[in-house]
């Protein structure tokens, strides 16, 4: 029997499920079961299940949807073997050592029924973290007593993961978590009630994560009616045990204490409901107040009073007063006239056939706005567009594309009375999100480096990136975001937490890769000035934070000259450097500047890149791909990484220029060995685009037909990627 079994309910949190299980298999302590519970077979139980394969000690079992967090933990008991039982959500983290400390622990106390222990809360944001449990514990007796020893320890006022419970003493008691919400205060209470000897742990063993949109039981809805019964189950049974006086007092304060303070919070309970809660906690109050209880003193007394004396009216007359009357306002666009002129026009009823597009920086027309904005003037031509470009990008929009300059009023005008607004990896700042509008948010495609609110441990690329400021207001306006991978889904998850829908639908400017006919190939290269018979090398760095301007890093002049006679290199910067239009100097042609980098990804033969999300684009078309990585341990230590490229690259790997010469010299760059590594990152990495991901979007998005109608995606095995220039006949 192992020593600990740790449930872990992975509902919902498929972006850190990852973190949480990996937490617990690297304890230095390794007497544990761990049981990740899964609802379904989506991306969860692929996470779960990878770890089953590699460590016999995890167990993953199976919990409907429909039976909630509460059905989700009473799974993992029933399976559950351990000595002692920990539950752990499926997005908080154990701390290192944590199960050697609670070992050592209940080697110290003996086999009490119930372990508290402290746990550290931090913000989405990696902040400061606080540790709510401690000052508690520290009044606490040091040794294992009878909870009458320890009144203030009631169990409801911390949540089930805040203890370790010895498994016996459950099925005796048979404890599980009851149906609804805040169930945490029944089986904690009961638990509390139920337990002969008790002990706490002051160490902190669990890092309890505080989402950016705020806990799913504090937000409106009637679930928290719940909470009143789960008190209730709670005071009845310490009634029935005829609970000593001190122990009474502590459970009562401590339970009204959480139950007024959603009664004060008039935003968490629908207004129909508002008098309904606070009559039935009258109620309760008045059945089970201890005898001679003497309300605390302050705001809080005088919430009790009221309550006691069901005066409904003067409860909500304090709730007012002590309500911040003033809310925070977006900021607006700049200049009078504009702000003005941008009021006016949200005082307007929405447009239902206007949908407004932007791609990134407002670059102009290209990316996956501009692939979404063709295929919907095909399939929903009642839908009138407007393109926002920036001043300078202006005179590169297509001739037939209605657009509109950012910061102008008429850009401003469109925006309020938009119904659909289609932007890139940003979006303009002071938008405000009206009521039956769509935003949806496309993306730049696959992250390797760290973005959102994970750059928060690299301050240059978080300072570069403007913070953390810019971003959570963005987030609160999607609607959609759109993923590319499973990959891409849990890191848009941890990294932009906010209450939009993902659709795995692909990244709609890749459709090309699958598209393409071999003269939309010939022209492109033409274009570009690839010489007939030459091998095109793509060659598309990554933007350094630590850098200011561009740097390519490479020699490219002396690379084509020791990589063979035929080689052309197509130079692709980062957005930020856009120097113009394609222009040649010898075998190097500075590509950056074209109007899309997917056509110059089908110009290309091969390509050379170090940590630059095109690679993840690049692999659709099933062409070889070489990481250059000269200085990866710098990027990873200034930008951090989601997963480490040199343990599973697209293709070679070459540290100096030297070695990428010989890559290409020796033909290592196509061989067997680059094919392999290839195949196992298509499978990894380009799940979602099969060249119909625009379609999908449209018809979910602007046509609003319900999820079962969209197309499905095609296997990768099934499609049939662009023909390179060099052949047109594929295996």
């Known amino acids: 029997m192992p020593r600990f079994s740790i449930i872990v309910p992975s509902h919902g949190v498929a972006g850190r499920l990852s973190l949480a299980l990996d937490s617990v298999l690297a304890q230095s302590f390794g007497d544990f079961e761990l049981i990740p519970v899964c609802d379904g077979p989506d991306s969860p139980s692929g996470v779960a299940a990878a770890r089953a394969e590699r460590d016999a000690r995890v167990t993953p079992v199976h919990s409907s949807p429909t039976c909630g967090t509460a059905g989700a933990r009473n799974a993992g008991l029933r399976a559950a073997t351990g000595a002692y039982v920990l539950f752990l959500d499926g997005d908080d983290t154990l701390a290192p050592g944590a199960l050697s400390a609670l070992a050592a ?109 705020g806990s799913r039981l504090n937000r409106p809805g009637a679930h928290h009616l719940d909470l009143l019964h789960q008190a209730d189950q709670v005071l009845t049974e310490a009634a029935r045990r005829g609970l000593a006086n001190a122990r009474w007092q502590a459970l009562f304060t401590q339970l009204f204490a959480v139950i007024l303070k959603t009664a004060a919070h008039p935003s968490r309970l629908p207004a129909r409901h508002r008098r309904t809660y606070f009559r039935l906690a009258c109620h309760l109050h008045r059945r089970h107040r201890p005898a001679g209880f003497e309300p605390p003193g302050g705001s809080l007394g005088v919430q ?111 925006l309020a009375r938009a119904t659909y607004v289609v932007s890139g990896a940003d979006s303009a700042e002071g938008v405000v999100k009206r009521p039956g509008s769509v935003h949806l948010r496309t993306g730049q495609g696959t992250p390797l480096t760290k973005v959102g609110a994970d750059r928060a441990a690299y301050p240059v690329a978080a300072a570069r990136s403007g913070g953390l400021t810019g971003p959570p207001a963005r987030v609160d306006r999607w609607d959609y975001a759109l993923s590319a991978n499973s990959h891409s889904t849990q890191t848009w998850e941890r990294a932009f937490p906010g209450s939009y829908e993902q659709l795995e639908y692909g990244c709609p400017r890749n459709d090309l890769y699958y598209t393409a006919t071999s003269g939309d190939v010939t022209r492109v290269r033409r274009e570009l000035g690839v010489p007939e018979g030459g091998t095109a090398v793509l060659y598309a760095p990554a933007h350094r934070d630590h850098r200011t301007g561009f740097e390519a890093g490479l020699d490219l002049e002396a690379f084509c000259a020791a990589a063979g006679e035929n080689v052309v290199v197509l130079l692709h910067g980062h957005p930020f450097h856009d120097r113009g239009p394609a222009r040649s100097t010898g075998r190097v042609v500075d590509a950056t500047g074209h109007r899309r ?98 379609e999908r979007v449209v018809r979910r998005v602007l046509l609003g037909e319900p999820p079962q109608a969209i197309p499905p995606v095609i296997p990768l095995a099934e499609r049939i990627p662009a023909p390179t220039a060099t052949t047109l006949v594929r295996s």
């Open 105 to 213: 622990r209940l080697d110290e106390t003996g086999d009490v029924d119930v372990l508290h222990f402290e746990h550290e809360r931090t913000p989405w944001w990696q902040g400061e973290p606080g540790n709510p449990v401690k000052p508690v514990l520290a009044r606490a007796p040091s040794g294992a007593v009878a909870p009458g020893e320890a009144p203030e320890l009631t169990g409801v006022r911390f949540p089930a993961w805040s203890a370790a419970y010895r498994r016996a003493f459950l099925t005796a008691r048979r404890l599980t978590f009851p149906d609804g919400h805040f169930t945490d205060v029944a089986f904690g209470g009961l638990a509390a009630l139920g337990a002969e000897r008790i002990a706490v742990a002051r160490t902190v063993v669990v890092r309890h994560l505080l989402r950016r949109q």
């Open 597 to 694: 980098a997917e056509e110059v990804c089908l110009a290309a033969d091969a390509l050379i890149t170090d940590y630059s999300p095109l690679m993840f684009d690049y692999a659709h078309l099933d062409r070889p791909i070489v990481v250059y990585a000269d200085d990866w341990q710098v990027h990873r230590e200034t930008r951090g990484v989601y997963f480490d490229l040199m343990a599973a690259p697209p293709g070679p790997v070459a540290r100096t220029p030297a070695e990428l010469a010989r890559v290409f010299r020796d033909g290592t760059w196509s061989g067997r060995e680059s094919r392999g590594l290839r195949a196992a990152f298509r499978e990894r990495f380009c799940q979602f685009d099969d060249g119909r991901a625009a």
């Open 304 to 414: 009790h009073r009221l309550l006691a004396a069901g005066a409904y009216t003067a409860f909500r007359a304090l709730r007012g007063a002590h309500r911040v009357a003033a809310a925070a306002r977006p900021p607006l666009p700049r200049g009078l006239r504009t702000r003005l002129h941008y009021r006016r026009a949200l005082r307007r009823p929405l447009d239902p056939r206007l949908a407004v597009y932007r791609a990134s920086r407002g670059h102009g027309y290209t990316c996956n706005p501009a692939a979404i904005h063709a295929k919907a003037r095909e399939l929903a031509p009642h839908i009138r567009s407007v393109f926002l470009v920036e001043a300078d990008r202006a005179h590169t929009m297509p001739a037939d594309v209605d657009h509109a300059v950012i910061g102008t009023p008429r850009a401003w005008e469109v």
